[in-house]
């Protein structure tokens, strides 16, 4: 056999053991919790009266955390906190580039929950969300959460849609958001 190809061989064949010890070591075990809820059907704009916020934005982070929760009897949880760019601010009452909040649901440290009230996002996806800000609280920890669950995401779609990230309803985007804008008494 040929030397240089011999060598090539071998070369393969440390680099795929090397790889297959790797996975094997970085394997951890994950413990699955599903959780799900009963929610009350409630379009974006009947949920836009109990919001803060009302924001048109870019998914731009995620971040798993796990919480040992506060409360007696409580299990720990894991949290997503998302955090969006700002594009529109449709209450006109928000003011910063960029805005967190944080949903039930994640993986880390070998732990996931699944939540199946809570929303699925992408990184880059265009959405509108409904924002409530938190008061102290062991749940969110004093941070900013999504009116109605999931059903306070919606997907943007490109031909103008916002698709309820719950059940999939779709709205007209502009007829929904002068809607919300009409319950806080925005022009």
Avoid: C, W
Avoid at 28 to 42: F, I, N, R
Wanted: no cysteine; aromatic share 8%.
């Amino acid at each position: 056999m040929n030397k240089k190809l011999l060598a090539l061989l071998f070369a393969l064949l440390a680099v795929a053991v090397a790889a297959g010890v790797m996975a094997f070591e970085e394997h951890v075990p994950t413990t699955t919790v599903y959780s799900s809820s009963l929610m009350l059907k409630k379009t974006p704009v009947e949920l836009a009266e109990q919001a803060d916020y009302a924001i048109v934005g870019t998914v731009s982070g995620m971040t798993p955390v796990r919480v040992s929760m506060s409360q007696p009897g409580d299990d720990d949880k894991v949290f997503t906190d998302i955090t969006l760019v700002v594009e529109e601010d449709v209450f006109e009452n928000y003011g910063e580039e960029t805005i967190s909040f944080r949903i039930l649901g994640g993986e880390t440290d070998g732990f996931r929950l699944v939540a199946e009230e809570s929303p699925k996002f992408r990184l880059s996806e265009s959405v509108f969300v409904l924002i409530g800000v938190n008061p102290e609280n062991y749940t969110f920890d004093g941070r900013n959460y999504l009116v109605g669950q999931a059903q306070g995401a919606l997907e943007i779609t490109e031909d103008g849609q916002l698709v309820d990230k719950y059940r999939g309803d779709a709205y007209g985007k502009d007829l929904v958001l002068s809607q919300v804008k009409q319950i806080k008494g925005v022009p």
